[in-house]
Nanobody, 115 residues
């Protein structure tokens, strides 16, 4: 069983920044890929970014150039640095990890962008 725990959400003004963290209960090397998804009220959950255990990354078009996903192997933690936040980035952000053949999800952390 893999546990993923997100943190770092909060309230921020448009143009501001936040850094989300996702701590894993196992070595990040054992997780083939880790990603961030988000779900706004009334919307389906959507892909934001992912990083493989080889370090390859991919981003949704809506966040390219503003968000950066990274990994600290020593801390078994994946981060999502979010800059130039927009109102439409408001959502619950979920961490996702593929371990062996099973996808695991965190409980989510709320990000609210508001003036």
């Amino acid at each position: 069983q893999v546990q993923l725990v997100e943190s770092g959400g909060g309230l921020v003004q448009p143009g501001g920044s936040l850094r989300l963290s996702c701590a894993t209960s196992v070595s990040v090397f054992s997780i083939r890929a880790m990603g961030w998804y988000r779900q706004a009220p009334g919307n389906e959950r959507e892909f934001v970014a992912f990083i493989t255990n080889a370090g390859s990354t991919n981003y949704a078009d809506s966040v390219k150039g503003r968000f950066t996903i990274s990994r600290d192997n020593a801390k078994n933690t994946v981060y999502l640095q979010m800059n130039s936040l927009k109102l439409e980035d408001t959502a619950v952000y979920y961490c996702n990890g593929l371990h062996a053949t099973t996808y695991y999800w965190g409980q989510g952390t709320q990000v609210t962008v508001s003036s």
